[in-house]
């Protein structure tokens, strides 16, 4: 089974930029769907972004759309998540995860439960 390991995180002042990074080992990322979420204190798990398998189709949720970019690297086995005009209430706890599939239209999973692996997170906390 794929094991993924999240780094990058840190803190960071409001309207600065982190890349966090998604490190894959044991499984080729190449088969897999991608996508990042976060969990802030006292908060549900929520999506933040994902990637598709095949011609890197993407998808954001409202709250981080425009400021963070998702992007693969299958050759490195890595996938990023650049995150840009940070604002305090993007607090959290951010987790990678993928899903095996064989899709072939491009389909990018938003659900939690869509997904079958996880990473330990990766803290980041913005200040005012």
């Known amino acids: 089974q794929v094991q993924l390991v999240e780094s990058g995180g840190g803190l960071v002042q409001a309207g600065g930029s982190l890349r966090l990074s998604c490190a894959a080992s044991?499984?080729?990322?190449?088969?897999?769907?991608l996508g990042w979420f976060r969990q802030a204190p006292g908060k549900e798990r929520v999506f933040v972004s994902g990637?598709?398998?095949?011609?890197?189709?993407?998808y954001y949720s409202d709250s981080v759309k425009g400021r963070f970019t998702i992007s693969r690297d299958n050759a490195k086995n890595t996938v990023y998540l650049l995150m840009n005009s940070l604002k305090p209430e993007d607090t959290a706890n951010y987790y990678c995860?993928?899903?095996?599939?064989?899709?072939?239209?491009?389909?990018?999973?938003?659900?939690?439960?869509?997904?079958?692996?996880w990473g330990q997170g990766t803290q980041v906390t913005v200040s005012s």
């Open positions: 995860a993928v899903r095996s599939t064989s899709d072939t239209d491009g389909y990018v999973y938003t659900g939690g439960i869509d997904y079958e692996n």
């Open positions: 990637i598709s398998r095949p011609g890197w189709r993407t």
């Open positions: 044991g499984g080729t990322l190449s088969t897999y769907a």
